[in-house]
């Protein structure tokens, strides 16, 4: 099945610089990357995803990168603000065969913004 | 929309009991998932649903663990005995499907599970 590795799994910044978190896959049928922040106690929810059609998508502060050929895709947070703080999880999906429908997660990369 | 819909959100339980989370998924989803989340593990697939069906079970630890999904609004996850190991959030998602892609998950507030 897909295999999913995200890095790092914790990273600090200052309020104000830019975060990256990576994430690879290993399945090249993947065609769906979402990614999701999960805030203490609270339930994990969507921020940003991606198709394999499209090699970049933007929503304010926040990007998404695929490089299909390297397997690979990254989350971008520009002008962090201490309520970036969270848990971030990416995942993949195929969309097909005997694993339509499901999503395969990295293990999260818990992100600090000091102010 | 209400979004997915899990009770209890909180359960204490002793070990032994016989314990039964509940989901409803977002109307018009056909495929449901079950989650359990803790430090050590991170998010684990526990088992999915599509059109009631279960699909892959793999993830569910052992026979002690049961899901039922007895129509398109409506599942539940049993732990019968638990222990105290089980002690974890369950999260409950729901999705749909257009044409060849998959649509994003949506997740439930979760319930927290302690076993004394």
């Known amino acids: 099945g897909e295999n999913v590795e995200q890095h790092p799994s914790t990273l600090s910044v200052q309020e104000g610089d830019s975060a990256v978190i990576k994430c690879t896959y290993s399945d090249s049928a993947s065609n769906y990357f979402p990614w999701y922040k999960q805030e203490l106690g609270k339930r994990p929810q969507l921020i940003i995803d991606i198709r394999s059609n499209v090699g970049e998508k933007k929503d304010q502060r926040i990007a998404v990168t695929l490089n299909k050929t390297a397997k690979h895709f990254s989350l971008h947070i520009t002008e962090t603000q201490p309520e970036d703080s969270a848990v971030y999880f990416c995942?993949?999906?195929?969309?097909?065969?005997?694993?339509?429908?499901?999503?395969?997660f990295g293990r999260g990369t818990q992100l600090t913004v000091w102010p | 929309d209400a979004g997915v819909i899990q009770s209890p959100r909180h359960e204490v339980t002793e070990m032994g009991q016989e314990v039964t989370l509940r989901c409803k998924p977002i109307s018009g989803h056909d495929y449901l998932f079950w989650y359990r989340q803790t430090m050590m593990r991170g998010l684990e697939l526990l088992i999915y649903?599509?059109?009631?069906?279960?699909?892959?079970d793999s993830g569910m630890p052992e026979d002690r663990f049961s899901a039922k999904m007895p129509n398109a609004s409506f599942s539940t996850l049993k732990i019968q005995p638990s222990e105290p190991r089980d002690s974890a959030v369950y999260f409950c998602a729901s999705s749909t499907k257009s044409g060849v892609s998959n649509q994003p998950q949506h997740f439930g507030d979760g319930t927290r599970l302690s076993i004394l």
């Open positions: 995942a993949a999906s195929t969309g097909r065969g005997s694993t339509l429908g499901r999503l395969y």
């Open positions: 649903f599509n059109n009631n069906v279960p699909i892959d």
